[in-house]
């Protein structure tokens, strides 16, 4: 299985880009996706998720009311739509999709999730 994370770019602050994530490769069942992200010299950090079936939303606060995370089921593509964007929001952001069952607090950590997309630069000027 593999994920394929795009649409980054370059953006002045107070923009918006769409990311989107795929997968290609044979088929499987995802319990949830997830958006992660890692700043220049920070770890990395928990953006937003997903479940796949109940479509139930979660959201770090720090991008919570500018940040919205979809599912096209049908496609397998999950999307992150950011808006208001900020400096302090340039990352390489990955997607990630998990295939266990695990709590929602767990949905904020990377062993919750088990194929990994290879990142996509977003750039935030001010």
């Known amino acids: 299985v593999q994920l394929q994370a795009f649409g980054g770019g370059l953006v002045q602050a107070g923009g918006s880009l769409k990311l989107s994530c795929a997968t290609s490769g044979r088929a499987f069942g995802s319990y949830v996706w997830g958006w992660f992200r890692q700043a220049p010299g920070k770890e990395r950090e928990f953006v937003s998720a997903i479940t796949w079936r109940a479509g139930t939303k979660f959201y770090a606060e720090s991008v919570k009311g500018r940040f919205t995370i979809s599912r096209d089921a049908a496609k397998d593509i999950v999307y992150l739509q950011m808006n208001s964007l900020k400096p302090e929001d340039t990352a390489v952001y990955y997607c990630?999709?998990?295939?266990?069952?695990?709590?929602?607090?767990?949905?904020?950590?990377?062993?919750?999730?088990?194929?990994w997309g290879q990142g996509t630069q977003v750039t935030v000027s001010s």
């Open positions: 990630a999709a998990g295939v266990r069952s695990v709590g929602s607090r767990d949905l904020l950590y990377e062993y919750a999730y088990n194929y």
